[in-house]
């Protein structure tokens, strides 16, 4: 590296003032008079809108860091002058004035701070260890930084009675405050590594806040204290092998620095920054949501820094300082009006000699001086618009699809035409082609292209005037009672029998149906399951007489409280209708009686009634009791549509298409049915879930489109509809195509707006033979960390497609507490890490419609969580359930795919039969098919009844053990 841009390194690198080159001033700077420290008419270049009054309060050698009093009175800063050999620290009034030193003048110290209400400082010093300055680094090998033997000190604010903090050989240094608490962070290597710590004020407790390898330093906290935000370096490959070798000798060779932010526990860490070169020194604005850094990446071989601003999701950069050669190390007064920072900017004379003084002062003007600066925050000004980045484009499209007024984008809404409607629009505005017909060929003769597929789901019931009900010849009014979602619609009578909660649990050895005979009649059970007091009883435990214990911790008995299990078990024993009270315990308050919703997994082969107490009262009296019920359900019908688009190849068209897709649907408002993890209704916005996968999908387009003339493979973009209710737009599309060549490749983004420390997940790489060898320059292209794993079945869009034949990968940034809730919000996104995924997303498309080679498919032995068996227990078929919500469809469980090696694939099963019975169990649907895997045990011999081609066969068979047995 030209030793022109070493002192930039060193700068960024680690705390230390630069020695840029001399940079003349701009002759067009602007004339700015600087009353009080200076009297300079030429610091400010007319494009630094943001800065007013502008004064210099030192005037030669290297001064930076200068960081502002908890009062705003005064700032501290390290200087390296005369008569020093290295830097010293020391503090200079706000308004100008005579610097005092505040460290002993001994070894070097670096990362001066205010403490809590400016009682002293705290500093990080080499001084115990020696007297003299460290000796740098051989540069002959290269710009190095050493990793000095720094302690952190505190002192009075005069910088007497200094008292070390640390105590550990290596590095520590860079310490900050935070102004509520007084805890101080703080960059070590006393694991290994050089990481991110916080310590008390007496430096007890210490945390550490971060642990992926390479450098995090230069941490501040945010003005409340609640996140911070600092820089960090990611080295991968040969880069993280010679950081790891040089870090044993304490030499750090700067690499590419980002700025990250997270709480203030080190939790959801985001990258927020994507620009390459050296980004550091950030400091967040005390009045905004707006990061400020010092960054050369618009040309990363020179010295030339500037100050940028950014938002704290990665949107909105915007340029503030344009003078020649370094600005840097930006810091906010605390009431957020100023900004102290460190600059080669220069106003001087040139005397007849050819030397050059500062104009304030008369002062000798040091050709590579850095001085401190104070300029007047004008935080409303506009400069030059910068162009929109992904990441705003990423927000934008996530602002708006998750906005109130989407009303939470649930299938059969207005909030949801409207996105579709809006994708439309993105996809018209960059050109994409209609691949789909529609119109009425048959009774007008016009068929045109279009951007929808239509199609109909189940969104709903609606309980017919025959549904009813008897107890003990009684009439139950209608508002007393009510059918489940899943209730078969069917009438019959029958004497009651009361079996309790229902709840059959071999891990505690419970059967509430032991002793009791159910074939033939009407099972009543309790809502939920028991609870006691210090949680559950001992195994066999008696309940009392209304079959719990005592009001307290719920009894946990895995899947045997939930209500399908309930039926499930009434259903196999021959019962003809299950009856629900919430009254198992009197002492709690009743829960509402369920609404109506879709019927998800189908519906059972019984009736099921919700009756309320006051219904349930005769039925708790001693002697025998008699039910007549009839129900009718009636499934309300809704069009939806998935919105397609294709980016035909420019070049010579190679075989097969590339598909990305995500859906756009999620859950409206929430509710029964809906997959909501809350109780009480409400806007479901779906931020994550999954506005930010179709912002990546249209950010990803954007990417490809510009370069559609290098693509040999047409790209199809797909905005899939009623994913939530069970891949349905995605699986509609993959049986009613207009693709007619075979699918190359499937990419899905699901769920990408949270990234955190950059990393991604990639699911589906058993999918294709090539993929792993594929992702890795496409990862390293886009700079994530890509986590790969996972077969091509999962719980999203791009099951459908690999179930069809094609190698298909799903993006993923994880989960979080958020899913599925009201607080799936625009505000928790990462709109960096978004665009990144896009990115990388669009990389490897590009990769893909160049490829010559074709793809092999893989087909997975590797199970999907969750699909065909139950959460807990009990045994597997290893079948995958078809996902086409057909009411044409005869009874039954319609078979997609089946698991190599699995049973059902034994037993001679096949993709397209529809399961219709195992043993004696009339199978219907889902629920009934749970039900019996739940009661099942691997290695026991079953009969599998199929239908195939409208015939029935039975086929001898083995339960499998459930994944993760």
């Known amino acids: 590296m030209v030793s022109r841009i070493a002192p930039f390194l060193l700068l960024v690198a680690a705390c230390c003032p630069p020695k840029p080159a001399a ?13 009080g420290a200076s009297d300079a008419t030429a610091l400010l270049d007319p494009r630094e809108v943001h800065f007013a009054n502008a004064r210099q309060l030192t005037f030669g050698g ?70 003299e300055c460290p000796t740098p680094p051989d540069m002959s090998k290269g710009y190095l930084w050493g990793l000095f033997d720094y302690d952190i000190y505190r002192a009075d604010a005069d910088g007497k009675n200094p008292v070390r903090l640390t105590d550990n050989p290596g590095y520590d240094a860079e310490a900050t405050v935070c102004g509520l608490d007084g805890s101080i962070l703080f960059t070590s290597m006393r694991d290994g590594d050089l990481e991110l710590y916080r310590m008390d004020a007496d430096g007890k407790n210490v945390a550490r806040l971060t642990s992926s390898p390479g450098y995090d330093g230069g941490a501040f906290f945010s003005a409340d204290c609640k996140h911070i935000v600092w820089r960090a370096s990611r080295p991968a490959g040969a880069e993280l092998e010679d950081y790891q070798r040089l870090l044993k000798d304490n030499l750090v060779r700067p690499s590419r620095l980002e700025i990250y932010v997270a709480n203030a526990d080190g939790s959801d860490a985001r990258q927020i920054t994507y620009l390459g070169g050296a980004n550091f020194a950030p400091y967040f604005d005390p009045k905004s949501e707006r990061v400020l850094f010092s960054s050369n990446h618009l040309n990363p071989r020179s010295g030339e820094f500037d100050v940028f601003s950014i938002n704290r999701d990665g949107t909105g950069l915007e340029r503030i300082t344009y003078a020649p050669g370094f600005d840097g190390f930006p810091m906010f007064s605390p009431d957020g009006t100023k ?64 906005d109130d007024a989407r009303a939470g984008r649930g299938v059969g809404s207005t909030g949801l035409r409207d996105s579709a409607d809006w994708v439309e629009s993105q996809f018209r505005a960059l050109k994409l082609t209609q691949i789909l017909a529609a119109g009425d060929s048959a009774t007008t003769g016009v068929i045109h292209s279009t951007y929808r597929q239509p199609f109909e789901v189940t969104t709903g019931q609606v309980r017919g005037p025959a549904t009813a009900l008897k107890l003990d010849g009684a009439a139950i009014a209608a508002e007393l009672f009510t059918p489940v979602s899943i209730s078969a619609s069917k009438k019959v009578a029958g004497a009651i029998v009361d079996v309790g909660w229902g709840i059959i649990d071999a891990d505690s050895k419970r059967d509430d149906y032991k002793g009791k005979a159910v074939k033939g009649k009407i099972v009543l059970v309790h809502r939920g399951e028991p609870s006691a007091p210090g949680g559950a009883p001992a195994a066999g435990a008696p309940a009392n007489a209304t079959g719990i214990t005592q009001p307290g911790t719920p009894v946990t008995h895995g899947t045997g409280a939930d209500l399908r299990t309930k039926v499930g078990h009434a259903a196999t024993r021959g019962a003809l209708a299950l009856i629900v009270v919430d009254d198992g315990d009197p002492g709690a308050a009743e829960q509402p009686l369920p609404v109506l919703a879709a019927a998800s997994g189908g519906h059972a082969a019984i009736p099921v009634l919700v009756i309320s107490r006051a219904a349930a009262a005769a039925l708790r009296k001693p002697g025998a009791h008699r039910a007549e019920l009839s129900v009718e359900l009636t499934a309300v019908r809704t069009r939806t549509e998935n919105v397609v688009a ?35 209704p409400g806007i479901h916005n779906g931020a994550d879930d999954n506005a930010s996968g179709v912002a ?34 995605s699986t509609h599309f993959t049986k009613n195509s207009p693709i007619k060549e075979p699918i190359y490749a499937m990419l899905n983004m699901d769920m990408v707006g949270r990234m ?37 079945y999962g719980p999203s869009d791009h099951m459908a497609f690999y179930i069809g034949g094609a190698p298909v990968l799903h993006f993923f940034t994880g989960a979080h507490g958020d899913y599925h809730k009201t607080s799936d919000d625009t505000a928790t996104i990462n709109a960096a890490g978004g665009a990144q995924t896009a990115a990388l997303v669009a990389i490897l498309a590009q990769a893909l419609a160049t490829r010559d080679q074709p793809l092999t498919y893989v087909k997975s032995a590797t199970p999907p969580p969750d699909l065909s068996r139950p959460r807990t227990g009990g045994a597997s078929l290893g079948t995958i359930p078809a996902y086409d919500d057909d009411p044409s469809r005869p009874a039954g469980v319609k078979v997609a795919d089946v698991m190599p090696g699995g049973a059902a694939a034994k037993a001679g099963v096949k993709a397209g039969d529809i399961l219709v019975g195992l043993d004696a169990a009339t199978i219907r649907n889902l629920t009934d098919m749970m039900a019996v895997l739940g009661g099942a045990k691997p290695g026991q011999k079953v009969k599998i009844s199929v239908l195939r081609d409208g015939k029935k066969l039975t086929l001898d068979g083995e339960y499998g053990a459930p994944r993760g047995r």
Request: aromatic fraction near 8%; proline fraction near 6%.
């Open 23 to 35: 940079r003349p001033a701009d002759p067009g700077a602007k004339a700015q008079a600087s009353p």
């Open 339 to 402: 900004l102290a920072f460190s600059s080669n900017r220069r106003d001087v004379n040139k005397g007849a000699d050819g030397k050059e003084t500062y104009r304030a002062t008369g002062t000798p003007a040091g050709e590579r001086d850095t001085n401190v600066f104070i300029v007047d925050w004008v935080r409303d000004a506009r400069g030059e618009a910068s162009a929109p980045s992904g990441a705003d484009r990423f927000r934008e499209a996530v602002a708006y699809l998750a």
């Open 756 to 792: 955190r420390m950059n990393q991604l997940q990639v699911f589906g790489v058993e999918s294709g033979a090539q993929w792993r060898e594929l992702l890795a320059p496409a990862c390293s292209a886009a700079r994530v960390v890509c986590s790969l794993s996972g077969s091509g």
């Open 696 to 729: 990546a999908l249209l950010e990803a387009a954007r990417v490809l489109s510009a370069k559609r003339g290098e693509l040999t493979r047409n790209v199809v973009f797909i905005a899939f509809s009623a994913e939530e209710m069970g891949i349905l737009g």
């Open 62 to 131: 290297d001064n930076a860091e200068a960081y502002w009093s908890f009062a705003g009175d005064r700032l501290i800063f390290q200087s390296n002058r005369a008569p020093f050999q290295c830097d010293q620290i020391m503090s200079i009034p706000a308004n100008g004035g005579p610097a005092s030193l505040l460290s002993s003048g001994k070894g070097r110290t670096t990362c001066p701070y205010y403490l809590k209400e400016d009682r002293g400082i705290v500093y990080a010093s080499t001084h115990e260890k020696a007297a």
């Open 646 to 680: 294709m980016l035909p190849a420019g070049g010579t068209p190679k075989p097969g298409v590339i598909v990305i897709g995500a859906h756009l649907d999620h859950l409206g408002m929430g509710g029964p049915g809906s997959g909501s993890l809350e109780s009480t």
